[in-house]
């Protein structure tokens, strides 16, 4: 296909970067600033996707990726900028989010991490019965890798899940995970992230906990003093939330249910933290809600849905340095 010269201009959610000619291009592992040769690989009525074939003059946000896999390896995509250029990139994810889908413009504050790199508490490996290690950008090949720099530690080159610990400290908590249940992969902007939420919940009696995973939600505002009750799909965790309850010495309710069986509730506060897929439900809910997500389409898609509902605060955390992902806790009151 036909080779073009063109000036990057943004990233686009999902990590490409966006030029125009004037209609719009998609090209990965480019930067806001370089000036590129390009070849288009892919012609739509309203955009195109491409891919560098040069680097004419490096924009001011470029810089040298640390990983060998890098380009290959689908697990980043955005190790190729500085990191305060990742920042501006997810903060405007998230923007561009809530403004197209949930029609809302709030301030948007993001947090970053001091912990950029080794920071992965957890990784998955994948086998084709040859090689072990990540799928590369097409979601199909597989790529035989030795090292990660996100997760740093040396792992063992065997199919699954593996943990650095099953053993995980929040905000003074003491808590048991497991390979079968959902923990944060970033300690450091966890206890960031936990931090807030407890603080936006403090003020309510009650909660109830939908998507509660080992209860690390659950058991903090426990801790504060509120009536809280978690739910989550999985046993496994559920399992483990009661564990941690009492390794804690605190005292909430757990079940293991479908979150839209949970509602409605007679507590003035539910808190989600669903997968990325979103919501599957959309009421009843109280008058509050406080919403984690790391996938700012989808969190803003539901947001559409929660008819009435006004965002209050938007706080994002990068807890995932490197690559497009970002978690994003939002206050909404009907």
Request: proline fraction near 6%.
């Amino acid at each position: 296909m036909s080779s073009i010269h063109c000036q990057i201009e943004a990233i686009a959610f999902g990590g490409d970067g966006v030029a125009h000619l004037p209609k719009t291009i998609f090209i990965p592992f480019t930067a806001p600033g370089d000036h590129i040769e390009a070849r288009i690989t892919e012609e739509k009525p309203r955009f195109a996707r491409g891919e560098m074939t040069k680097l004419i003059q490096a924009g001011p946000d470029r810089t040298t990726p640390r990983c060998p896999y890098y380009g290959r390896c689908g697990g980043c995509q955005l190790q190729h900028l500085s990191y305060e250029a990742q920042l501006k990139a997810k903060k405007q994810f998230i923007i561009d989010s809530l403004q197209r889908i949930a029609g809302q413009s709030p301030e948007v504050e993001i947090i970053g991490a001091t912990q950029q790199w080794e920071y992965r508490r957890h990784i998955t490996l994948h086998t084709d019965g040859k090689n072990i290690g990540f799928y590369a950008k097409d979601n199909k090949t597989l790529l035989d890798i030795d090292q990660c720099p996100l997760y740093g530690t040396p792992f063992e080159k065997r199919a699954g899940r593996q943990m650095k610990s099953a053993h995980v400290e929040l905000l003074g908590l003491q808590l048991e995970a497991s390979s079968e249940a959902f923990v944060q992969a970033h300690s450091e902007m966890a206890q960031k992230l936990y931090q807030a939420l407890v603080l936006l919940a403090s003020n309510f009696p009650a909660a109830l906990d939908l998507y509660c995973g080992i209860g690390s939600t659950t058991l903090l505002l426990a801790r504060q003093g509120l009536q809280v009750h978690g739910v989550d799909t999985n046993q496994s965790a559920i399992t483990l939330a009661q564990k941690n309850a009492q390794l804690n010495g605190l005292k909430a309710t757990f079940s293991c249910s479908d979150a839209a069986k949970a509602l409605p509730t007679k507590a003035p506060l539910v808190i989600c933290n669903p997968p990325r897929t979103g919501l599957h439900f959309y009421g009843p809910f109280p008058d509050d809600i406080l919403y984690i997500s790391c996938m700012p389409p989808t969190l803003a898609r539901d947001i559409s849905r929660l008819k009435g509902y006004k965002i209050q605060s938007v706080q994002a955390f990068d807890l995932f340095p490197q690559t497009t992902h970002v978690e994003t806790l939002i206050h909404l009151r009907k």
